[in-house]
């Protein structure tokens, strides 16, 4: 990457607990945390954070695509317009961050005590991932599993539009995420 220090844009306490680890791996500092609830404000502000992004402090956006009806650097153009900045680091996740953590089936199956067959082998073909995920949690035989579970309202959708996602930290810690993201990383070190 070669960066430093970062100024951290995510939507959520996955996708930051995600970054962190990302970032981590790579011995990127993160200086600051924007955290939002959803994507549609990192829409209408990533002009800006590609604009604010320079040399002694970079910025790591980092998003879920939630569409298969658009590829990632559609969405990074569509968001940016225009050049992108070499310190502005917009990733996005196909289709979104639980798709990465269920890639690493054996972790997930073992920490929600589901057999690994419930869990598809290409994850990022998941229409709706976060769903998905909590629906392999209700059928998990751990017993407190079901309270990791609560309601969430989607910005901008219409109250009867609910979305359903779990409280994942302590979730995901327990399943040791810096190994679910190994193949991502692999990648990325590629580049």
């Known amino acids: 990457m070669g960066l430093v220090s970062v100024i951290l844009v995510i939507e959520d306490r996955l996708s930051d607990a995600?970054?962190?680890?990302?970032?981590?791996h790579f011995n990127v500092e993160i200086v600051k945390r924007i955290i939002y609830e959803g994507n549609s404000y990192l829409q209408r502000k990533a002009q800006s954070f590609?604009?604010?992004a320079h040399e002694e402090c970079g910025i790591f956006m980092l998003t879920d695509?939630?569409?298969?009806?658009?590829?990632p650097p559609s969405l990074i153009q569509s968001w940016v317009k225009g050049h992108?900045?070499?310190w502005f680091f917009l990733r996005v996740a196909v289709m979104e961050v639980e798709s990465?953590?269920?890639?690493?089936?054996?972790a997930v199956a073992n920490f929600l005590?589901?057999?690994t067959h419930r869990i598809p082998t290409n994850t990022d073909e998941i229409p709706f991932p976060k769903e998905f995920l909590v629906s392999l949690a209700r059928r998990s035989k751990k017993q407190d599993c079901e309270k990791h579970?609560?309601?969430?309202?989607?910005?901008g959708m219409p109250k009867q539009e609910m979305s359903i996602r779990l409280v994942y930290v302590d979730l995901f810690e327990t399943i040791?995420?810096?190994n679910t993201l190994q193949p991502y990383l692999q990648v990325l070190n590629a580049h």
């Open 50 to 52: 590609n604009q604010a």
């Open 113 to 115: 005590e589901i057999p």
């Open 149 to 155: 579970l609560y309601q969430h309202k989607r910005i």
């Open 84 to 86: 992108l900045s070499r």
């Open 65 to 71: 695509l939630d569409s298969p009806a658009i590829c």
């Open 18 to 24: 995600v970054s962190t680890k990302i970032l981590q």
């Open 176 to 178: 040791g995420i810096l």
């Open 100 to 106: 990465w953590i269920m890639a690493d089936r054996e």
